[in-house]
């Protein structure tokens, strides 16, 4: 059974996108791209790896209207995206970085690393049937959050701030399992208690 993909409000406005898609653009690079089949059999690919054994890949985000993760339609880029809840929270600041590669270095956006942590504490509590990936998201956020309560105080909770009011309690939720990891690093854990209102 074909999944049904959600419909975007908005399209990208792109001019000159190649007939291969997302596919041929990634291909331009001069890496071999190939998809990466979908989770469910059936599912169309939202991910793009680097062909043979490698774990260089390119996935596909556009924000969900829910709290779930929904298969997306990019038709001006003849690609899917996987639907990514409070993507609008995790992008709304951003920093350049650089992208380093054994084929070169790229520019790149990357999340304020708060927003970050507290975005994968969020998506923990929505990923009701991925326990496994549920604990590495709390696991890579509160490493995170560790560094930025010893070198970048304020941070976290300039962040939490900033936190929609419906994600909130589900942080909440969270923090039992973040405490027991985030113990030894009573800044970070105070400053995100303190920003959801614990």
Known sequence: MLPVCERRARQLALNGVPSGGLLEILKETGIDFVPVPGFNRGDPPTSFKQAGRTRFHVDLLVPSKGNTFPTVAVSELGAHASGMPYLAYLLGESHMGTLLSRHGAVPVRVPDPARFAIHKILVSRLRTNMLVK?????????????????????????????????????????????????????????????????
Do not use: W, Y
Not at 134 to 159: F, N, T, Y
Not at 169 to 184: G, Q
Not at 187 to 192: N, S, T
């Open 134 to 198: 549920s604990q590495k998201d709390i696991q890579q956020a509160c490493v995170m959050l560790a560094m930025l309560g010893e070198h970048r105080s304020g941070d976290i909770e300039l962040a939490c701030s900033n936190l929609p009011r419906s994600a909130r309690p589900m942080v909440r939720r969270a923090l039992p399992k973040v405490r027991s990891t985030l113990e030894a690093h009573e800044g970070a854990l105070f400053e995100l208690e303190e920003g959801v209102g614990a």
